[in-house]
């Protein structure tokens, strides 16, 4: 356990106090975009593409305009005018406000409908009459890129195909070396499918432009609310929107996992209809438009091959990857990497050559790359690596924790620089795997296994021993559009000695509010109750990148603690002060300086506060207030490993998890309760595209899955009863030894899962199920073995 230094009424760090958010979410009283609400606001409804591929003939509104309440139809054309029909995307690729000549994706924005109420702009939206001419339809990425294919990207002068970029990573010399030399190759095609966030909350803003004050102040369900400001500011400064006279406010969000980070059109069409009337907009998607028309995750189509010597031993890695990422590239990625961080894809293992290459297409289909509950890819590399793992153990005929164990890098090899150039802080992964085995009884359930296999019963065992790579940061290697990846702590003490602290990060469910308040308890002594935690106001916050990619404890939570040691500096001198010594004589223990060699001779933090406004020496500041804008050194590296059990049933194909043991390293726990919270979120949102979910498209780019009805949803029913645990390896790097937890169970589990399966099946010759593993592609898989009819 992390090792408590303060009391339960202080509440620092591996406290499990309640969160201090929660009374106003469970009893409703939190506050969404949607409960703004403004004195003559007006409301905003999208006309979206029925077509993937389509020029625009005509687009007449004048039954549109005709509708009670609508007051007006926003095309492409009236956004041209200001130059605002088009806008960058995160990854400096361009994206359609609206279209002025074709359609690129089925649900594309096409035109938008300002009314006085939302059913009258409904009503004035299905009244709008688009006139298309629909063209061929490009939904395969490997089909985009084929000679001949339809060039996509007209817009873009000189464009010849579909290809957006390439990107390779590693020693391609050395890697093709170590194959040609190994004792064993295994290769495997992998496609990790189009899935959605699918957040509680959709996507809206209210935008309110005063005109008298010439001031814009946006309400808007983002997670990144400095950076979006200043994208507002770089591409509608020529209308007169200065970055000071724009505030973003992000209230309570119900969730974002990655989807809340990119502009998204309707964002831009509420603020230029604010701007031209004067009132304010608010415009707010519905599910439907949510699970059409937003940013997509995964889909990546892979190649992977691994080489070992015969004994087991690992020696290289190679991997080839087609990103579709739709119509464009709007990625929410560090700028350097476009492929994000999928070069991690060597994982815990200590491989010692590899190779990666990624390419990106354009398809008819939404923007998609976006990091749904992972930093940047990582899933998608943990999801190759563990799976090409376990299928070179199947193929040596060793077992899988054996091997893996093998293979693991060494407590005692770290800081340990893999073969594709990271530089890992600290780890232990043969301690945790050995904790999940013990926990699991996996010697028991082996045994089992081997009995119901003879009696034709089929069980499968999966282990992931995943390593993330997290708190995207570091100045020197991450930026997005230009933008440095630090973030900030602004730290006030009260007179009183309660205090504030502001935060360039925005919470979207996490428990910021309890877990920031539990560092600066930890530091300062001041109990997390007195406390308060605010962020997502462009207007009093400190500039921050935002809450994504498990980046907030890493990275946002280091300047609270290092906010806090300025704190302490100043009130260090205001102790020595009010006990004429010398600061150097006074030594300290969380909210109380003593004199070295008289514990009785001490000042509370407390003290130092109100002297700090009422007592503080001739020729100091006063005040105690501290801010920090932290660059981390590197990045940190949570790791865990996942048993999996799994039954099949043999006439219908269902996978049935019935144990799942959960052991994670997230360095030192700052409340047990929330990384519990989160290992459990994770775990079932892991569950979902390992058997649930996939968003797919006809050979027209029709959307296949565009409503819960069959975007297939993990309710309690398939939720497993999740085992978890943890072990603790602190990052020796970071102010608190904290790595971060947020993402790890979702990039875990998929691999774990598929991992159970396949065991299942591999005696009957089956070597890999593409997720999501459904009843229908296992009874398939059955029937082809002739085990059932």
Avoid at 276 to 284: A, D, F
Avoid at 529 to 554: C, H, V, W
Avoid at 640 to 668: H, L, M, P, Q, W
Wanted: proline share 6%; charged share 20%.
């Amino acid at each position: 356990m992390t090792t408590m230094r303060t009391t339960p009424e202080v509440g620092g760090m591996g406290h499990s106090i309640k969160r201090k958010e929660d009374p106003r979410f469970i009893r409703g009283k939190g506050t969404y975009v949607d409960d703004v609400v403004l004195p003559g606001m007006l409301y905003l409804d999208i006309v979206r593409s029925p077509h993937a591929h389509a020029k625009i003939v005509k687009i007449d509104t004048a039954k549109a305009t005709a509708v009670p309440g609508v007051l007006a139809v926003i095309t492409g054309a009236d956004l041209a005018k200001y130059n605002l029909h088009w806008m960058p995307t995160l990854m400096s690729d361009t994206q359609m406000v609206l279209p002025v000549e074709k359609v690129m994706y089925q649900a594309q924005e096409v035109a938008a409908v300002l009314a006085t109420t939302r059913y009258a702009a409904a009503d004035g939206a299905a009244a709008v009459d688009v006139e298309y001419e629909p063209l061929p339809a490009v939904v395969s990425p490997q089909k985009a890129l084929e000679p001949g294919a339809p060039v996509l990207r007209t817009d873009k002068k000189d464009k010849k195909d579909n290809h957006i970029w390439h990107w390779e990573w590693g020693d391609r010399a050395a890697t093709d070396r170590a194959f040609a030399e190994a004792d064993v190759t295994v290769k495997e095609q992998i496609y990790i499918p189009r899935i959605h966030v699918a957040s509680i909350e959709t996507c809206g803003c209210v935008a309110h432009f005063d005109k008298v004050n010439d001031k814009l102040t946006v309400w808007m369900t983002t997670q990144a609310p400095h950076a979006i400001r200043t994208v507002f500011a770089l591409v509608a400064g020529h209308v007169g929107l200065a970055e000071h006279k724009i505030r973003i406010i992000s209230p309570d969000i119900g969730g974002g996992f990655g989807g809340k980070v990119p502009v998204y059109p309707g964002y831009v069409i509420a603020v230029a209809a604010s701007v031209l009337t004067g009132k304010p907009v608010k415009w707010i998607e519905d599910r439907m438009e949510n699970l059409q028309a937003d940013s997509f995750a995964r889909d990546y189509h892979i190649t992977a091959e691994l080489a070992a010597k015969k004994d087991g031993t690992l020696t290289a890695l190679r991997i080839k990857t087609l990103a579709d990422h739709g119509y464009t590239d709007a990625a929410a990625n560090p700028s350097k990497f476009p492929a994000g961080l999928f070069h991690v894809c060597t994982g815990s293992y200590d491989l010692k050559a590899a190779h990666v290459e990624v390419d990106g297409a354009y398809t008819n289909k939404p923007p998609g790359g976006i990091a749904y509950r992972c930093s940047f890819r990582v899933t998608e590399a943990v999801h190759t690596i563990e799976r090409m793992v376990d299928i070179m153990a199947h193929q040596l005929g060793q077992d899988p924790a054996d091997f893996r164990k093998k293979n693991f890098i060494k407590p005692e090899q770290f800081p340990y620089k893999s073969a594709l150039g990271w530089e890992y802080d600290s780890g232990n992964y043969a301690g945790a795997l050995d904790k999940a085995m013990q926990t699991i009884g996996y010697a028991e359930l082996k045994r089992e296994q081997a009995e119901k296999r003879k009696r034709g019963e089929l069980m499968g065992i999966g282990i992931s021993s995943f390593t993330e790579i997290v708190g995207a940061g570091p100045s020197k290697h991450f930026d997005i559009l230009g933008l440095k990846m630090f973030d900030s702590c602004e730290i006030r003490v009260h007179p009183t000695g309660k205090a504030i602290a502001r935060f360039g990060t925005k919470s979207q469910g996490q428990g910021h509010e309890t877990t920031y308040a539990q560092i600066l308890a930890e530091e300062l002594g001041i109990p997390a109750k007195d406390i308060q935690i605010e962020e997502g106001d462009t207007d009093t916050a400190p500039y921050g990148l935002g809450t994504y990619a498990s980046r907030s404890t890493p990275v946002a939570g280091a300047a609270a603690a290092i906010a806090a040691r300025k704190v302490l500096d100043k009130a260090r001198k205001l102790a020595a002060h009010l006990l004429e010594v010398a600061p150097e004589d006074l030594v300290y223990e969380p909210g109380k300086f003593s004199v070295k060699g008289a514990p009785n001779r001490s000042k509370t933090i407390q003290d130092c506060a109100f002297a700090a406004y009422t007592n503080h020496p001739q020729g100091m500041e006063a005040g105690l207030e501290a801010v920090s804008y932290y660059d981390p050194p590197n990045l940190t590296y949570p790791f865990g490993s996942y048993i999996c059990v799994v039954d099949i049933d043999k006439g219908t194909g269902e996978v049935k998890v019935r144990r799942f043991v959960a052991i994670d390293d997230c360095g030192n726990i700052i409340n047990p309760m929330i990384v519990q919270g989160q290992v459990h979120g994770g775990l079932t949102m892991g569950l979902a595209p390992a058997l649930l979910e996939e968003i797919s498209y006809d050979e027209h780019g029709n959307v296949q899955g565009g409503s819960f009805i069959d975007y297939l949803l993990p309710t309690a029913v398939e939720t497993p009863k999740w085992e978890t645990g943890h072990t603790i390896t602190p990052s020796p790097h970071h102010p608190i030894g904290a790595k971060g937890i947020g993402e790890s169970a979702t990039v875990g589990a998929p691999a774990a899962i598929a991992n159970a399966v396949v065991d299942a099946l591999w005696h009957l010759g089956v070597r890999h199920v593409d997720i999501p593993i459904t009843p229908p592609k296992v009874w398939k898989l059955l029937r082809e073995k002739g085990v059932t009819e």
